[in-house]
């Protein structure tokens, strides 16, 4: 451990110097719509950079006036000028794990359709993975693989007896191991199940099926060993690519623990992340945090910040996990009043969200079903009334199935909803038909509804659960399309500049950074996104525009080849 810190401290220290010595030439852009996102969603002619921020906005007259001798001029040549995207809620550098983990996505973002094309894949790695290794998959998704259930301990036994192995359901609420891996982490007939999970047993048996929900998946956290650190400089290098090619220049994590609140600012300081981060530790890490048991160290806060604690209320609607008031609408099993479980005890997390509250943290509680989101908001209620603290920006994130009322209750609060809109897309149709049904179905993720309130929201991917598009995001908001291209709930729609504010400047004020960041406005930082043409046009065509380059802090950082 203490080796690689030096390591990382004496190349990380030239790196920064070589960075810095690099100063970006002072760029003039033109010729192209530049869509500020500024209070009044202007569209100015000009825009010049100089040095790491943004220098003047405004008529290609004006902005000249301003330029410095020596400056370049950029012709967009019709292509469009963007704040960079800002990443409100995913699990960055979760998006490069398969450097290391088996993908086992199903289409459309994968390949895999049965439990074949899963153990295919699983096979592949274990060729190449040394014996008694763990090898681990993740993505696979019950409702899309033919046989419409999760594997369990069984199906995994035939692909080894040998290896442990353990894979992730897309929702990374649930997840699967075969009897070598439920050797490896102890779990057996006699383990009760964990408060706020479930490790499911075989029928008329106490024997584990294999598969374990919510809570019970921190032994396997716990229990398989975390990626390398040189693998984590792998993934972590493929997540940013991946980020910057899609024009995100705020990489958020929402679930950091030790490793990622110790690994990724030296990743950044590298110069192996490109993006600006907002890091949100887990609720234990925050407790370490405050009690002085863990130090995050001193960083440069145009680089790395630590956000909001996260606490997680309720699982997901898609695994059967999320909380409901009313039953789920084909149930999972035999009794049709099944409507999900809190993760969180009500009286445990009005006890947590006070405490977090009292320290000082900014709050971000994920709530898919609307009765924990009753829970969320009765919690932050109270421990507003009994801490009030003005600005607090508290964040329900996902907030899938908010009522009209909850959204009221909201605004009322200052709470700010994340809104995942991406369901409306890859499980639109699953939805509709299995889980919540047509009605429910179609005011999910009401990002109009919270409009209409003047509720300030955020969107997001949740990446790795599914890929970082954000104008695919922006897409799913705009014309909540399911992946077959069936309306869910087209009364839910919002227009292309409330969506792209949502993954702009919005999702600067969700960070507390709406000063430095989220519209292109003087003085603040130069972090841009040039894309083929501007999505204001072609409301219809979002997901078909391409980024073509990715600028943070005036430097490139990604340019469509
Ligand atoms: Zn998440």
Same mark, same amino acid.
């Given at each position: 451990m203490k080796r690689w810190i030096l390591a990382a401290a004496i190349v990380g220290a030239v790196a920064f110097g070589a960075w810095w010595i690099r100063q970006p030439t002072p760029t003039l852009y033109r010729g192209g719509p530049i869509v500020t996102l500024d209070a009044d969603n202007r569209i100015a002619a000009a825009l010049l950079v100089v040095g790491d921020r943004i220098a003047?906005?405004?008529?290609?007259?004006?902005?000249?006036?301003?330029?410095?001798?020596?400056?370049?001029?950029?012709?967009?040549?019709?292509?469009?000028?963007?704040?960079?995207?800002?990443?409100?809620?995913?699990?960055?550098?979760?998006?490069?794990?398969?450097?290391?983990?088996?993908?086992?996505?199903?289409?459309?973002?994968?390949? *895999?359709?049965?439990?074949?094309?899963?153990?295919?894949?699983?096979?592949?790695?274990? !060729?190449?993975?040394?014996?008694?290794?763990? *090898?681990?998959?993740?993505?696979?998704?019950?409702?899309?693989?033919?046989?419409?259930?999760?594997p369990t301990r069984e199906d995994l036994d035939r692909v080894s007896r040998e290896h442990p192995l353990v894979v992730w359901h897309v929702s990374g609420h649930v997840a699967v191991l075969n009897s070598a891996g439920l050797a490896a982490l102890g779990i057996t007939a006699e383990t009760p199940d964990p408060e706020g999970g479930v490790i499911r047993r075989r029928p008329g048996s106490r024997e584990p099926d294999g598969i374990l929900e919510e809570s019970a998946t921190d032994?396997?956290?716990?229990? *398989?060993?975390?990626?390398?650190?040189?693998?984590?400089?792998?993934?972590?290098?493929?997540?940013?690519?991946?980020?910057?090619?899609?024009?995100?220049?705020?990489?958020?994590?929402?679930?950091?623990?030790?490793?990622?609140?110790?690994?990724?600012?030296?990743?950044?300081?590298?110069?192996?992340?490109?993006?600006?981060?907002?890091?949100?530790?887990?609720?234990?890490?925050?407790?370490?945090?405050? !009690?002085?048991?863990?130090?995050?160290?001193?960083?440069?806060?145009?680089?790395?910040?630590?956000?909001?604690?996260?606490?997680?209320?309720?699982?997901?609607?898609?695994?059967?996990?999320?909380?409901?008031?009313?039953?789920?609408?084909?149930?999972?099993?035999?009794?049709?009043?099944?409507?999900?479980?809190?993760?969180?005890?009500?009286?445990?997390?009005?006890?947590?969200?006070?405490?977090?509250?009292?320290?000082?943290?900014?709050?971000?509680?994920?709530?898919?079903?609307?009765?924990?989101?009753?829970?969320?908001?009765?919690?932050?209620?109270? !421990?507003?009334?009994?801490?009030?603290?003005?600005?607090?920006?508290?964040?329900?994130?996902?907030?899938?199935m908010a009522r009209d009322d909850q959204l009221d209750r909201m605004r009322a609060l200052g709470v700010i909803p994340s809104f995942f809109s991406l369901h409306t897309y890859y499980w639109g149709d699953r939805h509709?038909?299995?889980?919540?049904?047509?009605?429910?179905?179609?005011r999910m993720s009401p990002a109009k509804s919270a409009l209409d309130r003047s509720l300030r929201f955020t969107l997001h991917t949740d990446s790795p659960v599914v890929p970082m598009e954000p104008l695919r995001l922006v897409s799913a908001a705009v014309n909540r399309l399911s992946s077959s291209g069936v309306p869910i709930g087209a009364a839910q729609r919002i227009g292309v500049v409330e969506a792209l504010r949502a993954i702009t400047i919005d999702a600067a004020y969700q960070h507390f950074e709406e000063e430095e960041k989220g519209s292109l406005e003087v003085g603040k930082f130069a972090d841009l996104v040039v894309l083929s043409e501007s999505p204001l046009a072609h409301p219809d065509a979002l997901d078909a525009i391409r980024v073509e380059e990715t600028i943070i802090g005036g430097r490139t950082v990604y340019r469509a080849p």
């Amino acid at each position: 451990m203490k080796r690689w810190i030096l390591a990382a401290a004496i190349v990380g220290a030239v790196a920064f110097g070589a960075w810095w010595i690099r100063q970006p030439t002072p760029t003039l852009y033109r010729g192209g719509p530049i869509v500020t996102l500024d209070a009044d969603n202007r569209i100015a002619a000009a825009l010049l950079v100089v040095g790491d921020r943004i220098a003047a906005v405004g008529s290609l007259e004006d902005v000249r006036g301003a330029a410095p001798r020596g400056v370049r001029e950029v012709d967009l040549a019709g292509r469009a000028l963007l704040p960079g995207f800002i990443d409100a809620h995913s699990h960055f550098p979760g998006s490069g794990i398969f450097e290391v983990y088996v993908d086992l996505n199903s289409p459309p973002i994968g390949t *895999v359709v049965n439990f074949e094309d899963l153990a295919d894949r699983l096979a592949r790695k274990l !060729a190449t993975t040394a014996a008694g290794d763990w *090898v681990v998959g993740m993505g696979y998704d019950d409702t899309l693989l033919s046989e419409r259930r999760h594997p369990t301990r069984e199906d995994l036994d035939r692909v080894s007896r040998e290896h442990p192995l353990v894979v992730w359901h897309v929702s990374g609420h649930v997840a699967v191991l075969n009897s070598a891996g439920l050797a490896a982490l102890g779990i057996t007939a006699e383990t009760p199940d964990p408060e706020g999970g479930v490790i499911r047993r075989r029928p008329g048996s106490r024997e584990p099926d294999g598969i374990l929900e919510e809570s019970a998946t921190d032994l396997v956290e716990a229990g *398989v060993p975390r990626p390398t650190f040189w693998q984590g400089i792998g993934i972590a290098r493929a997540a940013s690519r991946d980020y910057a090619a899609h024009g995100v220049t705020t990489a958020q994590n929402g679930w950091a623990d030790a490793q990622l609140l110790q690994g990724l600012p030296w990743l950044s300081r590298l110069g192996v992340v490109s993006q600006r981060l907002v890091l949100w530790p887990t609720a234990a890490m925050a407790e370490e945090i405050a !009690a002085g048991e863990f130090d995050f160290g001193r960083w440069d806060e145009r680089w790395v910040r630590l956000g909001a604690v996260k606490l997680i209320a309720d699982g997901s609607i898609q695994s059967y996990t999320g909380y409901l008031s009313e039953p789920y609408f084909v149930p999972p099993g035999d009794d049709p009043a099944y409507r999900g479980y809190p993760r969180i005890p009500r009286a445990d997390l009005f006890a947590q969200v006070e405490r977090f509250h009292r320290q000082g943290w900014q709050l971000a509680i994920h709530g898919n079903g609307d009765a924990a989101i009753d829970d969320i908001l009765d919690a932050i209620a109270h !421990a507003f009334e009994v801490a009030p603290r003005a600005d607090a920006r508290p964040i329900l994130v996902h907030a899938q199935m908010a009522r009209d009322d909850q959204l009221d209750r909201m605004r009322a609060l200052g709470v700010i909803p994340s809104f995942f809109s991406l369901h409306t897309y890859y499980w639109g149709d699953r939805h509709r038909e299995i889980f919540m049904g047509p009605v429910r179905a179609a005011r999910m993720s009401p990002a109009k509804s919270a409009l209409d309130r003047s509720l300030r929201f955020t969107l997001h991917t949740d990446s790795p659960v599914v890929p970082m598009e954000p104008l695919r995001l922006v897409s799913a908001a705009v014309n909540r399309l399911s992946s077959s291209g069936v309306p869910i709930g087209a009364a839910q729609r919002i227009g292309v500049v409330e969506a792209l504010r949502a993954i702009t400047i919005d999702a600067a004020y969700q960070h507390f950074e709406e000063e430095e960041k989220g519209s292109l406005e003087v003085g603040k930082f130069a972090d841009l996104v040039v894309l083929s043409e501007s999505p204001l046009a072609h409301p219809d065509a979002l997901d078909a525009i391409r980024v073509e380059e990715t600028i943070i802090g005036g430097r490139t950082v990604y340019r469509a080849p």
